[in-house]
């Protein structure tokens, strides 16, 4: 009933800037978490940013100062900005959000959007 779109991905130079949406479709009661991973070429996938109900966020060391995670409740959709960029921030990247349905809580994955840092 519910799904993800994601969109913002695309290829940049290093030091430049994205910016990654995720709106969730569907009928939806609460957007309790929102979560930003990824998955580079042959590694395992990573958790980058999360943010909570409360507006609490964490980041993976490797994106702490660089990237930011934000949620907008009234439109169900999750952000992360993403600044600075290096090549190796290349990677798959997919949208978790966790969701109050009537029937329960559930989470949800996006597609996948990829971005490329390359010169």
């Known amino acids: 009933q519910v799904h993800l779109v994601e969109s913002g991905g695309g290829l940049v130079q290093p030091g430049g800037s994205l910016r990654l949406s995720c709106a969730a479709v569907?009928?939806?009661?609460?957007?309790?978490?929102v979560g930003w991973y990824r998955q580079p070429p042959g590694k395992e996938r990573e958790l980058v940013a999360g943010i909570d109900s409360d507006g609490r966020t964490i980041y993976s060391d490797s994106v702490k100062g660089r990237f930011t995670i934000s949620r907008d409740n009234a439109k169900n959709t999750g952000h992360l900005q993403m600044n600075s960029l290096k090549s190796e921030d290349t990677a798959v990247y997919y949208c978790?959000?966790?969701?109050?349905?009537?029937?329960?809580?559930?989470?949800?994955w996006g597609q996948g959007t990829q971005v490329t840092v390359s010169s």
């Open positions: 978790n959000m966790r969701i109050s349905e009537y029937e329960g809580e559930a989470d949800y």
């Open positions: 569907g009928s939806i009661l609460n957007l309790n978490a």
